[in-house]
């Protein structure tokens, strides 16, 4: 691990990397558990090492994609397994995350009545006991997807324009943006996806317009933080123009 984290240039760390944690399931049913079991190993335990890895290479913003509204379709057993265990995790970590500095946030659809109620109320009372901290924000996106995301942004967008308070020539990039989920959230800098897919999945699609993408095959449950410095090492070795020229 040292050996990785010696290659890392700490002055020039991207300020936000996100997450498809995908796998789960086929690494269970390679091992002949349940997926459910793929969900707890990947939930409970690569999560929390990814996190701790995340805050010993200095990273700020760190977000997870883990649930999105097209997860909806998946067996109703899987659904409820990671409903009800998210409420546990949450009960665990939260101690955790404000002992450790790191500001819980949740972006995705809260209004969705298939959301638990206890699961949002969970999410928004670790939102209020970690909002002071300050070293790494991360961000869980549950019940997420970028073209909801947008919708619902738009949706704010032309109830103002009903109430006469904005004009529709005043509609703008910057206006979209600030009704997103998160809009004071940068930008992702990186996007990885674990198992090896090679696709973004509905994912920051607003956010991640420029983003760096990684896509790797191991798959989540056996991802750690070594994986993760991995993954901003090869960030380090790419060059951004964001449409310009070297």
């Given at each position: 691990m040292t050996d990785v984290l010696a290659r890392i240039d700490r002055d020039r760390l991207p300020q936000h990397v996100a997450i498809i944690m995908d796998g789960n399931g086929r690494w269970a049913s390679a091992r002949g558990l349940p997926r459910t079991e793929g969900?707890?190993?990947?939930?409970?335990?690569?999560?929390?090492?990814?996190?701790?890895?995340?805050?010993?290479?200095?990273?700020?913003?760190?977000?997870?994609?883990?649930?999105?509204?097209?997860?909806?379709?998946?067996?109703?057993?899987?659904?409820?397994?990671?409903?009800?265990?998210?409420?546990?995790?949450?009960?665990?970590?939260?101690?955790?995350?404000?002992?450790?500095?790191?500001?819980?946030?949740?972006?995705?659809?809260?209004?969705?009545?298939?959301?638990?109620?206890?699961?949002?109320?969970?999410?928004?009372?670790?939102?209020?006991?970690?909002?002071?901290?300050?070293?790494?924000?991360?961000?869980?996106?549950?019940?997420?997807?970028?073209?909801?995301?947008?919708?619902?942004?738009?949706?704010?967008?032309?109830?103002?324009?009903?109430?006469?308070?904005?004009?529709?020539?005043?509609?703008?990039?910057?206006?979209i943006r600030s009704h997103l989920y998160a809009p004071e959230l940068p930008d992702p800098d990186l996007i990885v996806r674990t198992s090896g897919e090679k696709r973004i999945s509905n994912f920051l699609l607003w956010q991640g317009a420029y983003a760096e993408l990684l896509f790797t095959d191991v798959l989540w449950p056996d991802f750690r933080r070594e994986q993760l410095w991995e993954a901003i090492a090869e960030y380090q070795r790419r060059t951004r123009t964001f449409g310009g020229v070297e």
């Amino acid at each position: 691990m040292t050996d990785v984290l010696a290659r890392i240039d700490r002055d020039r760390l991207p300020q936000h990397v996100a997450i498809i944690m995908d796998g789960n399931g086929r690494w269970a049913s390679a091992r002949g558990l349940p997926r459910t079991e793929g969900h707890r190993v990947g939930i409970g335990e690569s999560v929390a090492d990814v996190v701790d890895g995340a805050l010993e290479v200095g990273l700020r913003y760190l977000t997870l994609y883990a649930f999105s509204t097209e997860n909806w379709k998946r067996p109703q057993a899987e659904v409820d397994f990671l409903m009800s265990y998210n409420q546990e995790w949450l009960i665990q970590q939260r101690d955790g995350f404000k002992a450790k500095g790191v500001r819980f946030g949740f972006i995705g659809r809260r209004s969705d009545p298939r959301v638990p109620q206890r699961l949002l109320t969970l999410a928004e009372e670790t939102e209020e006991m970690t909002a002071a901290c300050d070293r790494l924000t991360l961000t869980i996106a549950l019940n997420y997807g970028g073209w909801a995301e947008v919708v619902d942004s738009v949706r704010a967008l032309t109830a103002l324009v009903q109430e006469g308070e904005l004009q529709p020539d005043e509609i703008n990039a910057e206006k979209i943006r600030s009704h997103l989920y998160a809009p004071e959230l940068p930008d992702p800098d990186l996007i990885v996806r674990t198992s090896g897919e090679k696709r973004i999945s509905n994912f920051l699609l607003w956010q991640g317009a420029y983003a760096e993408l990684l896509f790797t095959d191991v798959l989540w449950p056996d991802f750690r933080r070594e994986q993760l410095w991995e993954a901003i090492a090869e960030y380090q070795r790419r060059t951004r123009t964001f449409g310009g020229v070297e």
